[in-house]
């Protein structure tokens, strides 16, 4: 049999061996290439979570004196069996993210994702959240989205 008669080709055309594709020939990306967007900005975000929760505390330290001290005049701030009350916690969870979320922030993720922050519930703190730079934030009300599902987890990124 001559083998020299006939030219198969068997992949895709432009395809190296153990190169894989992560984008449609449109440009947009693949499932596959979600998903490892997806993985790259959970590392990202767990890199850099510290910096970027430092930088911006530091810009709104001052205001965020003043709203915590007229949150305590409006209401307790301790239970009957002095542990912080679940309405200060989550009065001023929120203030501090409306707070955080007002200054801009110089790190974006590699999928080009802005940082927000989302109050927690329950717990003193704000998590960090990446979502698409013209993502409205109103849809997130007290770390719960407007459908009523919890808006975190225990992890400190949430991609919105």
Known sequence: MDYSLYLAHHGVKGQKW?????????????????????????KWAEKNYEKAYKSTYKQIRKPMAQ????????????NANRTLSRTYINAFNQQLAELMNQVPSSLSAPSGRVIRWVAKRGELGVQMALASSDYDMSQVK???WAGGRVGYSKRKIKTI
Not at 18 to 42: C, F, H, I, M
Not at 67 to 78: E, F, H, N, V
């Open 18 to 42: 153990y190169v894989r594709r992560y984008q449609n020939e449109d440009g947009s990306l693949t499932e596959l290439g979600k998903r490892r967007l997806e993985k790259k900005d959970a």
């Open 67 to 78: 709203a915590d001290r007229a949150l305590r005049s409006k209401m307790p701030i301790y």
């Open 142 to 144: 007290s770390g719960v």
